[in-house]
């Protein structure tokens, strides 16, 4: 069966199936842009992407992924599980028996079930870094020699898996250069741009926004030449970023800043107590990444893409509520307990971090601490005094030098576009 378009093109899907922000940036991205790239698979395929539940999801990865361009469909999660259990609303898009389906983030099962919810016949793949349901898939791409030989520890063949490098360095682009990203901002040659991120998920901006905020006053207020922003992620919307800032003194846990949301001249700031306002960045690192100094940032894929990019940063994973931090596996649901959930969840999570040497993924494939991190129960001011030290003795500097063994011979997506559609 194929789907038939107004453009009269016959086509296959390829679908697509995704979980969190940072797959369906740095993952989902390149996949996309390098099919429509080709002249052969472009007219061919119908690309759907599947967005499966995650506790380690925003919930807003369907809203923006419908902004990449070259997706045709985007399903969300509460419209998959609908499908997947009932069948319900499948007639609708009229999914194709032949074609490709891809795994790009979360549980390799998902693209199992829905294959045969949708009694398809499609070639399974995945990039991934999770074992399980590997027997269903023609062949899975990994980042590494390491995940190599963790799938096969969990009895998938060698045969199968293939070493690509980090997809992520595929999604990597530079809009502008060091001197026009600081030019756009007013930075000058001599002042220190620090960016800091307080994340795309809900909880990590609720609570870290108003201590980052914090750290921004008693910084600025220290030392001079400093000149900082915060970089929103597009996964943030307006009210998560005010209920943040509406929470800044009230926080138990750390010291932080409430603050407001103010607009001149189409620019956005965050106005702080005693007057002083930072600039609200959009556009992402691709835009603004060249200009930065140094990066304070919590762990996730955020910290691959710094790497990448080479640039410095500190990663500040607070242990400070631990019930609120989403972990894997079933381990995870235990919050949902009513009563003591929460309790038992915070025992769960100080058990299951005490495996981890470091939280910043950069820091975690090398065994190494790459980029200084700040892990476990934190204080504002150990915040604030770990930038100063790093500022005080140019670290950011020394950080970059150890970044650059960060790069791949060939391009991780030229290896995955072979593997599944070798030319």
Known sequence: MTVQHADSVKTEDLVLFSNGPGEVSTWVLPVVEAVRGRSDLSPRYRIVLVI???????????LVARRIGGIDTVIGPGEYVKMLFTGLGMKKYAFSREGIIFSLGGSLMHPVLFRRRIKGRHRLFAYSNN????????????RSDYMKQKFESAGCPAGKLLVTGDLVASSLKRLRSRAEARKALGVTPAQKMIVFMPGS????????LPVFLKVIADLT?????????ILRSPYV??????LALSMGGRIREAESLPGRLVERGGLRSVALPGGAEVPLLEGGLETWGEGIDLAVTVPGTNTVQLAYRGIPALVVTALNKPDLIPIEGAAGLVKLVPFVGKRIMRRAVLSYVRGFTYAALPNIYENEELLPELFGVITTAEITDKLASILAKG???????KLSRFRFETDPIDLIMEGVWPV
Do not use: N, T
């Open 201 to 208: 998920r809900e909880f990590e901006v609720k609570y870290m």
């Open 221 to 229: 207020a220290a030392r001079q030449g400093i000149k900082p922003f």
């Open 395 to 401: 670290g950011e500097r020394e950080i970059r030098k």
């Open 52 to 62: 499966h539940p995650c506790q380690f999801g925003s919930g807003r990865e369907h």
């Open 131 to 142: 074992p399980g349901w590997h027997d269903r898939y023609e062949r899975v791409f990994v």
């Open 237 to 242: 919307h307006d009210a998560l970023v005010e």
